[in-house]
């Protein structure tokens, strides 16, 4: 009943954030001629291209489901295939509403405030998905899989690219354009890394009298080290393990399941990490 319930909250929170993204891309950046970053914003400047220079268009939604296939491949090769089937789940929520949801323009004539509101709103719809394990589809999975990898921060890595559409942008519709895209694309980074923290370490500490068969499982499920050390409640005067462990917020809720599963009494405490110095191993657990 817990993992169905974890599961559904996942769901639910996915459908949320596709939808928060949805909405700052089609009321906001595209009615105001501004760019999202990544395959979205490929997409978008794609249909811009077509319309001004070949005179064609099509249905935005549908273009970007077309671009995301190809990374939905690497990523069924590269990640967990958890992360890919969320993510596969967020790329047609966001493909639908980004191609049925109606145009509402709420912020007419005002670059500075469409390319704040959407920035924002980018940045929680994204950081929502990869909080629980999911991406928004698109470049964001290549993102996360080589910030996992390299210890870059996906936002970071979002500004890095996202440079490459705001130049191509800029020479072919406007300066100006650009200009607002860039302030657009750092506001989203910077949300996105507050809301998704994935690559910040935390280090988990358990009392348990179970030690020996947490710390045991721990290992073998999950490859981290754990250190043991003997304790006593003053309580109970009961003689209890200390278990401490380095992880990534990526991996503390799977921990948590995990610790459960053997002593559903076991107090844990959490504190972050500013830094690792050592041998410590990055995974993606399913």
């Given at each position: 009943?817990?993992?169905?319930?974890?599961?559904?909250?996942?769901?639910?929170?996915?459908?949320?954030?596709s939808?928060?993204y949805?909405?700052?891309?089609?009321?906001?950046?595209?009615?105001?001629?501004?760019?999202?970053g990544?395959?979205?914003?490929?997409?978008?400047?794609?249909?811009?291209?077509?319309?001004?220079?070949?005179?064609?268009t099509?249905?935005?939604g549908?273009?970007?489901?077309?671009?995301n296939?190809p990374?939905?491949?690497?990523?069924?090769?590269?990640?967990?295939?958890?992360?890919?089937?969320?993510?596969?789940?967020?790329?047609?929520?966001?493909?639908l509403f980004?191609?049925?949801?109606?145009?509402?323009?709420l912020?007419?004539?005002?670059?500075?405030?469409?390319?704040?509101?959407?920035?924002?709103?980018?940045?929680?719809?994204a950081?929502l998905?990869?909080?629980?394990?999911?991406?928004s589809?698109?470049?964001d999975?290549?993102?996360?899989?080589?910030a996992?990898?390299?210890?870059?921060?996906v936002?970071?890595l979002?500004?890095?690219?996202?440079?490459?559409?705001?130049?191509?942008?800029?020479?072919?519709?406007?300066?100006?354009?650009a200009?607002?895209?860039?302030i657009?694309?750092?506001?989203?980074?910077?949300?996105?890394?507050?809301?998704?923290?994935?690559?910040?370490?935390?280090?988990?500490?358990v009392i348990?009298?179970?030690?020996e068969?947490?710390?045991?499982l721990?290992?073998f499920r999950t490859?981290?080290?754990?250190?043991?050390?003997?304790?006593?409640?003053?309580?109970?005067?009961?003689?209890?393990?200390?278990?401490?462990?380095?992880?990534?917020?990526?991996?503390?809720?799977?921990?948590i399941?995990?610790?459960?599963?053997?002593?559903?009494?076991a107090?844990i405490?959490?504190?972050?990490?500013?830094?690792?110095?050592?041998?410590?191993?990055k995974?993606?657990?399913?």
């Amino acid at each position: 009943m817990e993992f169905f319930k974890k599961e559904y909250k996942k769901i639910l929170v996915i459908a949320l954030g596709s939808l928060i993204y949805s909405i700052g891309i089609i009321w906001f950046l595209n009615p105001a001629g501004l760019y999202s970053g990544g395959l979205s914003g490929i997409a978008q400047l794609t249909l811009n291209g077509m319309i001004k220079f070949a005179g064609v268009t099509m249905n935005l939604g549908l273009l970007l489901f077309i671009f995301n296939i190809p990374v939905i491949i690497f990523g069924f090769f590269k990640m967990t295939k958890k992360f890919i089937y969320y993510s596969i789940y967020s790329i047609v929520l966001q493909s639908l509403f980004i191609g049925l949801i109606p145009i509402n323009i709420l912020l007419e004539n005002d670059l500075l405030s469409n390319a704040l509101v959407g920035g924002i709103l980018i940045g929680i719809g994204a950081g929502l998905n990869f909080r629980v394990g999911a991406s928004s589809g698109g470049l964001d999975i290549v993102f996360q899989y080589v910030a996992f990898k390299k210890s870059i921060t996906v936002g970071t890595l979002g500004i890095i690219l996202n440079m490459l559409i705001v130049s191509i942008a800029g020479f072919a519709f406007g300066w100006t354009i650009a200009i607002y895209t860039v302030i657009r694309i750092i506001l989203t980074s910077l949300v996105v890394d507050k809301v998704h923290t994935s690559y910040n370490y935390i280090k988990l500490e358990v009392i348990t009298e179970k030690g020996e068969e947490i710390a045991n499982l721990l290992v073998f499920r999950t490859k981290h080290g754990v250190t043991v050390s003997k304790g006593k409640g003053a309580y109970s005067h009961h003689e209890k393990d200390i278990l401490h462990t380095i992880i990534s917020s990526y991996e503390y809720n799977k921990f948590i399941l995990l610790i459960r599963e053997i002593d559903k009494d076991a107090f844990i405490s959490v504190s972050t990490v500013k830094k690792v110095v050592g041998n410590f191993t990055k995974i993606f657990i399913d």
